[in-house]
């Protein structure tokens, strides 16, 4: 059964950083684009980023471009998101998936995305 293990999520105030990694056993990630998306309490699921298998293609959600930066390690069998210059508004559960394609489209909808992980958790207070 395939697994996904993210982590990294905590507690921080406006302002800082957190890196959240994303890795998965029983999936070799390289065959796939990889996405993160989000869920604030009262709000519906949104894509934050995502990036092609090979690494060469990203996309961001408006709001974090110039703030968040999606990498992979296919070698490692992982994929991060850094979140610097976090505001309240980030605050969510933030998922892992692993889909077919990276685009807007797939990063608005998230249809294409099959594999999910449990999340973690990013509270942003002061």
């Known amino acids: 059964q395939v697994q996904f293990v993210e982590s990294g999520g905590g507690l921080v105030q406006p302002g800082e950083s957190l890196r959240l990694s994303c890795t998965a056993s029983?999936?070799?990630?390289?065959?796939?684009?990889v996405g993160w998306f989000r869920k604030a309490p009262g709000k519906e699921r949104e894509g934050v980023s995502c990036?092609?298998?090979?690494?060469?293609?990203?996309k961001y959600r408006d709001s974090v471009k110039g703030r968040f930066t999606i990498s992979r390690d296919n070698a490692h069998n992982t994929v991060d998101l850094q979140m610097n210059s976090l505001k309240p508004e980030d605050t969510a559960i933030y998922y892992c998936?692993?889909?077919?394609?990276?685009?807007?489209?797939?990063?608005?909808?998230?249809?294409?995305?099959?594999?999910w992980g449990q999340g973690t958790q990013v509270t942003v207070s002061s």
């Open positions: 990036i092609s298998n090979s690494g060469v293609s990203t």
């Open positions: 029983k999936l070799i990630l390289s065959y796939y684009a």
């Open positions: 998936a692993a889909g077919t394609s990276c685009s807007s489209g797939d990063l608005a909808s998230g249809e294409n995305y099959g594999y």
